[in-house]
């Protein structure tokens, strides 16, 4: 079966739903808190799996990205 049909009234309701499902999914991830970069950096430090040439880049690129804005 491909297709499905429903009253109007059910749509429309299903429509208001995922508008309002948009609105809060998109404000909540929006509202994530992010971590200090240098916390970030300072958290792949502590690994002393990266070498200080890697740790500047990923700082740069961090402060460079929307992560940092």
Same mark, same amino acid.
């Given at each position: 079966? =491909?297709?499905?049909?429903?009253?109007?009234?059910? $749509?429309?309701?299903?429509?208001?739903?995922?508008?309002?499902?948009?609105?809060?999914?998109?404000?909540?991830?929006?509202?994530?808190?992010?971590?200090?970069?240098?916390?970030?950096?300072?958290?792949?430090?502590?690994?002393?799996l $990266?070498?200080?040439?890697?740790? =500047?880049?990923?700082?740069?690129?961090?402060?460079?990205? =929307? $992560?940092?804005?």
């Open positions: 079966m =491909s297709q499905i049909t429903i009253s109007k009234k059910e $749509y429309i309701q299903l429509k208001n739903q995922s508008q309002a499902y948009k609105k809060v999914a998109s404000n909540l991830f929006a509202a994530i808190l992010k971590d200090p970069i240098e916390d970030v950096v300072n958290d792949f430090k502590k690994t002393r $990266y070498t200080n040439k890697f740790l =500047s880049d990923l700082e740069n690129g961090l402060r460079r990205s =929307s $992560y940092g804005k």
